[in-house]
């Protein structure tokens, strides 16, 4: 089994920042993609950023030029650097990540942390 637990939710106010952390464990061999998404109105998770094991980063438009993602491989997390807060940003983040559990596995297992709420008050 694999976890991502979340952390660094909280409130702030509008233009101020916040940092997401998101910690995995368990069974790894390889962790791939990472990345963080928010909820939505609908719950649809849409795209904040993605990052590649060798750190190529991909972000969502209304993020870019504010939000940084950083991954350490060793301590097997991602963070999310949160500048320029709008009352817009205010969403559950979920962590995401792609995940070899095991070295001779064909398979990649996509996993969902259970979200951490940043709320930005104007």
């Given at each position: ?34 990345g963080w998404f928010r909820q939505g109105l609908g719950g649809q998770r849409d795209l904040v950023a993605t990052i590649t094991k060798v750190g190529a980063a991909i972000y969502g438009d209304s993020v870019k ?58």
């Open positions: 089994q694999v976890h991502l637990v979340e952390s660094g939710g909280g409130l702030v106010q509008a233009g101020g920042s916040l940092r997401l952390s998101c910690a995995a464990s368990g069974t790894i061999a390889t962790i791939y993609t990472m030029g504010r939000f940084t993602i950083t991954r350490d491989n060793n301590k097997k997390t991602v963070n999310l650097q949160m500048n320029g807060l709008t009352p817009e940003d205010s969403d559950v983040y979920d962590c995401n990540a792609d995940v070899r559990r095991r070295i001779g596995d064909a398979y990649v297992d996509n996993v969902w942390g259970r979200g951490t709420q940043g709320a930005v008050s104007s």
